[in-house]
Nanobody, 120 residues
Framework: QVQLVESGGDLAQSGGSLRLSCAASGSILSIVTMGWYRQAPGKQRELVATRTSGGTSTYADSVKGRFTISRDNAKNAVYLQMNDLRPEDTAVYYC??????????????WGQGTQVTVSS
């Protein structure tokens, strides 16, 4: 059993900043990638940013230069620093982890989501 718990979602003004946190716990052997996805009302869930255990980061074009993903491998945690927020960043943000929970067995695990709302 693996759980991901997010925190940090809030209401922010346009141009403001927020920092999301996510920690994984449970039967974890190793974590391949951790990242963030978001889903706005009426839209499909989309990738925001991911980071491998080796330190390679990937960003959606819409957040490049504004958002920064980081990880603390020792804590099984991932963070998303969001700067220069825009109303179009409003969404539920989900933490994702591709995690080995048994030798040779992995799965994509998801957090429950945290709401980010950006007012203009």
């Amino acid at each position: 059993q693996v759980q991901l718990v997010e925190s940090g979602g809030d209401l922010a003004q346009s141009g403001g900043s927020l920092r999301l946190s996510c920690a994984a716990s449970g039967s974890i052997l190793s974590i391949v990638t951790m990242g963030w996805y978001r889903q706005a009302p009426g839209k499909q869930r989309e990738l925001v940013a991911t980071r491998t255990s080796g330190g390679t980061s990937t960003y959606a074009d819409s957040v490049k230069g504004r958002f920064t993903i980081s990880r603390d491998n020792a804590k099984n945690a991932v963070y998303l620093q969001m700067n220069d927020l825009r109303p179009e960043d409003t969404a539920v943000y989900y933490c994702n982890g591709r995690i080995y929970y048994d030798p040779g067995r992995w799965n994509d695990f998801w957090g429950q989501g945290t709401q980010v709302t950006v007012s203009s």
